[in-house]
């Protein structure tokens, strides 16, 4: 009930690309989906994040796409950058006193 | 505002010994974690707080304990480390939970041998 399934695990783009990453979840009681970027050596660091009433958040090249009755959401990069290379965590939370649940990651490598 | 800081930023014990992991934030966030990072497991949660005094165990909590007796500090101690400590650790702090933005600290490599 609390997990976060992120997929794919890793994944190679050539500069220009579209990375996709998805998640999905069970626990319906989630109201709260951030996406966090980390890069190598430093800690995690809040990306984007989109609530349940909506279904698309762009936050320039990132775009969150939420399809409740799924129970899925995924990030998009457009026009991925050699910079893009990090690994992405996808989260979820329920308000209250319960901390978030993070997906186990996806490790991104834009090529040139 | 330095956000959140750890420290140290390395430390190798040997298999037995103790240390205690410091995390400092200077935003007056009520929330705090101590998480570990290891390779393909994602970030694990091993103990929160979500106000001074207060304490609560994550998904990971044996083998650590933690205090938070000042609102700007969360200590994360290991009494008997063990080689499957090794890991990276990470603090972060937040003004509520959900909504709002988790900042982590820059991490604690720890090698347990």
């Known amino acids: 009930q609390q997990q976060v399934k992120q997929s794919p695990q890793s994944l190679i783009v050539q500069k220009g690309g579209i990375p996709i990453i998805n998640c999905a979840y069970e626990?319906?009681?989630?109201?709260?989906f951030p996406w966090y970027q980390q890069f190598p050596g430093k800690g995690p660091a809040l990306l984007i994040a989109?609530?349940?009433?909506?279904s698309e958040k762009k936050e320039g090249r990132f775009t969150i796409s939420f399809n409740k009755s799924a129970k899925q959401f995924s990030l998009h990069i457009m026009d991925s950058q050699p910079g893009d290379s990090a690994t992405y965590f996808c989260a979820a939370s329920m308000g209250g006193n319960t901390p978030l649940v993070f997906g186990k990651g996806t490790r991104l490598s834009v090529i040139a | 505002n330095a956000g959140v800081t750890q420290t140290p930023k390395f430390r190798v014990l040997k298999t037995g010994q103790s240390m205690t992991l410091l995390c400092a934030q200077d935003m007056n966030h009520e929330y705090m974690y101590w998480y570990r990072q290891d390779p393909g497991m994602g970030l694990r949660l091993i103990h929160y707080?979500?106000?001074?005094?207060?304490?609560a165990k994550g998904e990971v909590p044996d083998g650590y304990n933690v205090s938070r007796l000042k609102k700007q500090n969360f200590l994360l101690g290991l009494e008997s480390a063990a080689p499957s400590q090794t890991s990276v650790y990470f603090c972060?702090?937040?003004?509520?939970?959900?909504?709002?933005?988790?900042?982590f600290g820059p991490g604690t490599r720890l090698t347990v041998t």
């Open positions: 972060a702090s937040s003004y509520s939970t959900s909504g709002y933005e988790q900042y």
């Open positions: 707080s979500v106000g001074e005094g207060t304490t």
């Open positions: 989109i609530r349940p009433d909506v």
């Open positions: 626990n319906t009681a989630f109201d709260y």
